[in-house]
C-alpha cells in the first residue's frame, strides 16, 4: 500500500504509535499514583486495586474481537473513535469525584485502549510492505516496550510535581494530536469488507465471561490465597469454562466471532507462544525489580526508575538495529540472541543482595533491554509473514492478547513464588536461630550492650529490642531469598522459550522480496 510515498508510511506509523504508547504506559502508569488515590477517596488496599484489575479485564476481553470490530465499523472509523473515547475517559478518570467513578471511567478506558493496540499493529503491517515490516514492528516495538518502561517514572514524577489526576490528563494533548493526524493520515486497506450476517452473540459472551473471569483470578488470586477462597474458585472455574465454550464456538460457528484456525499457521502459532513467554518474563521482572529497589533497598521511585529506564534505551538501539538486519539474517537467529540475553540478564539478578549496587542493577536492566529488541521485531515479523491480509487485523488482536494474558500470568506467579518462598525461607532460617548458637549469642550480647544502653533502657526491655531486631534481619534476608527464587522462575520462563524459536518461519528473513 502506496509504496511510492515513504513519508506518508512513516506519518501513519507514527500516528498509529501514539495511540500504542498512550495505551500501554496508561496501563503501568497508575500504578505508582494508587497510595495517592487511596487518600483522595479514604479506600481501602481491596478497594482501591480495582482501579487497576478493571482497566486491565476490559482489556483482555476487546483484545481477540477486534479483528472483527475493525472490519464491521471499519478499521480507521473504529481507531479513531477508540481514541476518542480513550481520552474522554482519561479526562473523566482524571476528574473523578468518587471511586466508583474512576473505575467506570478505567473500564471504559480498558475497552477503548486494548482495541488500539492491535488495530495500530494492523495498521503498520498493512502500510508498509512485506519487505520493509522489520521497520514496521521495531517502530511498533517502541510503543509495546518503551512504554511499561517509562511508565512507572513517568507515573511517579506527575504524581509527585502535579498530583495523581495528571497521570490521566496528560493523555488529553497526546490524544488530540492523534485524532487531528489520524483523520489527516490513515486510510483503510481496499481488503477489509464489512461482513455479512448478525453478530455471534454467543461468542462474545463467552469470551467476556471467559477473559474477564481470568484477569480478576490472576490479579486477585494471591491476595485472596488463591485456592482456600471461594471467591477465586468462582472465578477460575467461571474463566475456565467460559474460554472452553468460546473455544467451542470459535470452531463449530459457521461465521464465528474470532477465527481461532488462524493458529493451524505454524508460524503465527508459535510465534504467539513466544510472545506469552516472553510477556511472562517481561513484565514478571518490570514488576519485581522496583519492588526489589523500593521496598528493600529503600530507593526513591524517581531512583528506581532509573534502574529500569536505561533499559528502555538499549531497546530503543536494538530495535533500530535489527529492524536493518530483518531481510538479510534468518529470524530464528535473531530471536536466539535475544532470547540467551535474557536469560543472561535475569540470571545477572540470581546473585542479588542487600548491598547490590546501582550500577550493577543497571547492567542487568542494559543486557535485558538490548535482548528485547532481538526478540519483539523478529517474533511480530515472522508471526504475520505468511498470513493473507485479511486475517491481519484478527491475527494482531490474538496476538496481543498472548503477550498481555503471558504478562498477567508471570506477575501473578511472581507475587505468588515471592510471598510463599518468603515465608519458606523465613522458616528455615528460624530454624537455625536457637539460643545455643554461638552466632546468635555473639549477635544480641552485641546488640545489647552497643546499641540500647545509652538509651537508658532495662536490660529485659533491651533483649527484647535486641531479638526483636535480630527477627527483622531474618525476615529481611527470607525475602531476599525469595525474590532469588522469583528471578529463577523468570530465567526458566526464557530457556523454556528457546525450543519454540525451531518452530518460526526463517523464509521471509532470508527472502521478504520474493514472498511478497
Known amino acids: 500500500m502506496d509504496q511510492d510515498h515513504p513519508a506518508h508510511r512513516y506519518l501513519m506509523a507514527f500516528t498509529s504509535m501514539l495511540g500504542t504508547l498512550m495505551e500501554v504506559v496508561d496501563t503501568s502508569v497508575a500504578n505508582v499514583s494508587l497510595p495517592h488515590m487511596q487518600g483522595t477517596f479514604s479506600a481501602g488496599v481491596d478497594e482501591i486495586t480495582w482501579v487497576i484489575t478493571s482497566y486491565l479485564v476490559a482489556n483482555a476481553v476487546v483484545l481477540p474481537i477486534t479483528g472483527w470490530l475493525a472490519n464491521h465499523f471499519g478499521r480507521k472509523r473504529f481507531y479513531l473513535s477508540c481514541l476518542t473515547v480513550f481520552t474522554v475517559a482519561s479526562l473523566g478518570s482524571g476528574a473523578a469525584p468518587t471511586l466508583p467513578f474512576l473505575v467506570v471511567m478505567r473500564v471504559i478506558q480498558g475497552f477503548a485502549g486494548g482495541a488500539m493496540v492491535p488495530m495500530s499493529q494492523a495498521i503498520l503491517l498493512d502500510a ?6 522489520g521497520k514496521a514492528m521495531a517502530l511498533f516495538g517502541v510503543g509495546v516496550v518503551f512504554g511499561p518502561i517509562i511508565g512507572p517514572t513517568l507515573g511517579g514524577w506527575i504524581t509527585d510535581t502535579w498530583g495523581w489526576r495528571w497521570v490521566f490528563y496528560i493523555n488529553i494533548p497526546v490524544g488530540m494530536l492523534g485524532l487531528i493526524l489520524g483523520l489527516m493520515h490513515i486510510t483503510d486497506p481496499p481488503y477489509l469488507r464489512r461482513q455479512k450476517g448478525g453478530v455471534d452473540f454467543l461468542s462474545f459472551l463467552f469470551i467476556c465471561t471467559g477473559l474477564g473471569s481470568l484477569e480478576i483470578f490472576l ?75 523500593q521496598n528493600l533497598m529503600r530507593y526513591t521511585a524517581t531512583w528506581a526508575g532509573l534502574v529500569i529506564s536505561p533499559g528502555g534505551i538499549a531497546s530503543l538501539f536494538a530495535m533500530g538495529f535489527v529492524a536493518a538486519l530483518i531481510g538479510r539474517v534468518d529470524t530464528r537467529l535473531l530471536v536466539l540472541v535475544g532470547g ?67 504478562g498477567s500470568v508471570g506477575i501473578a506467579m511472581s507475587a505468588t513464588v515471592l510471598a510463599r518462598h518468603a515465608q ?13 548458637s554461638p552466632v546468635v549469642r555473639e549477635r544480641l550480647t552485641a546488640a545489647a550492650h552497643g546499641l540500647f544502653p545509652v538509651a537508658g533502657l532495662d536490660p529485659i526491655t533491651t533483649q527484647a529490642l ?16 525469595a525474590y532469588v527464587d522469583v528471578f529463577w522462575m523468570l530465567t526458566l520462563a526464557f530457556v523454556l522459550f528457546l525450543p519454540f524459536i525451531l518452530m518460526l518461519s526463517g523464509e521471509t528473513a532470508k527472502a521478504p522480496t520474493a514472498a511478497h
Open 219 to 293: 490479579n486477585r488470586g494471591q491476595r485472596f490465597d488463591w485456592f482456600d477462597s471461594n471467591f477465586i474458585k468462582i472465578f477460575g472455574l467461571t474463566a475456565a469454562t467460559g474460554i472452553a465454550l468460546f473455544i467451542w464456538r470459535s470452531l463449530t460457528a459457521e461465521r464465528p466471532l474470532v477465527d481461532l484456525r488462524i493458529f493451524k499457521n505454524r508460524s503465527f502459532a508459535s510465534a504467539t507462544v513466544l510472545m506469552f513467554l516472553l510477556g511472562f518474563g517481561l513484565f514478571g521482572s518490570f514488576t519485581m525489580l522496583p519492588l526489589y529497589v
Open 466 to 481: 535486641s531479638t526483636r531486631m535480630m527477627y527483622g534481619q531474618v525476615q529481611l534476608q527470607a525475602v531476599v531469598e
Open 340 to 406: 540467551i540475553l535474557n536469560i543472561a540478564a535475569i540470571w545477572l539478578l540470581q546473585s542479588v543482595d542487600l548491598h547490590v549496587s546501582f550500577g550493577y542493577l543497571m547492567l542487568s536492566r542494559l543486557v535485558q533491554g538490548f535482548g528485547l529488541g532481538f526478540l519483539f521485531v523478529p517474533i511480530s515479523t515472522a508471526a504475520f509473514s505468511h498470513l493473507p491480509p485479511e486475517q491481519i487485523g484478527q491475527a494482531t488482536g490474538l496476538f496481543n492478547l498472548l503477550r498481555n494474558e503471558g
Open 424 to 436: 519458606l525461607h523465613q522458616a528455615r532460617l528460624i530454624d537455625h536461630i536457637t539460643p545455643f
Open 128 to 133: 508498509f510492505p512485506r519487505e520493509e515490516r
